[in-house]
């Protein structure tokens, strides 16, 4: 599973549930001297704007890193210096009632990367659900993507850095069945995958 397939999927299941959708394909932002490039940014319009900024992670980039900290770099680069770019910046709504911003990093649902979650799973745990840009709110996720091969409106993730932790009984009893999650999550030792004190190893 490639993260152009993943991207693809997003996509699709961006323009099944929302009306007119801006959907941009490996954006780019340069902010700072820091330059980087998303994988999808989509922005909404709730009526106010909203961006959903997605970092997605198949088995070859989970096999390319040295471990979650490097994932979580990118991630919190691609965070801290999107919305510091011109291009992209974020105006803060009065009456805004939702963050202006999610900021997504979704794993493919893979015996890789199930392996690469539930060994760092403390480490992805503790990315914050909330956080801000400068005066407006906004919302951070890391997850498992679910329902690739059903209709695109059903796309939809599992978080591991909410309230549900990775390997809890409510994270098992939240995967759908006969899904892909479902199946990588038996093919990964069940020593790994079971729910833990949150003491798994890290980097």
């Known amino acids: 599973m490639r993260e152009d397939d993943l991207a693809a999927r997003i996509v699709d ?59 979580l770099r990118q991630y919190r680069r691609m965070e801290r210096y999107f919305h510091a770019d011109e291009a992209h910046r974020l105006r803060p709504k009065l009456g805004r009632s939702g963050p202006g911003a999610c900021y997504l990093l979704f794993f493919a649902p893979t015996p890789t990367c199930v392996h690469h979650v539930a060994t760092h799973r403390t480490l992805y745990a503790s990315v914050d659900p909330a956080g801000s840009v400068g005066d407006v709110p906004t919302a951070r996720t890391v997850g498992f993507l679910t329902g690739l091969d059903g209709d695109p409106a059903d796309l939809g993730y599992l978080s591991v850095n909410g309230e549900a932790s990775f390997g809890s009984p409510a994270f098992l009893a939240s995967v759908p069945e006969d899904s892909r999650l479902a199946e990588s999550l038996r093919a990964v030792d069940d020593d790994l995958v079971a729910f833990d004190d949150g003491s798994g190893t890290d980097d």
């Not at 394909?25 to 490039?37: F, I, K, M, Q």
């Not at 994988?39 to 088995?59: A, G, M, Q």
């Open 13 to 71: 299941h961006y323009e099944a549930v929302h009306d007119d959708p801006e959907i941009r394909l490996e954006e780019p932002y340069d902010a700072e001297g820091r330059r980087g490039v998303v994988d999808v940014h989509v922005r909404l319009r709730t009526p106010e704007p909203v961006d959903h900024v997605i970092e997605l992670k198949c088995d070859a980039a989970v096999r390319r890193v040295t471990g979650a900290n490097e994932v």
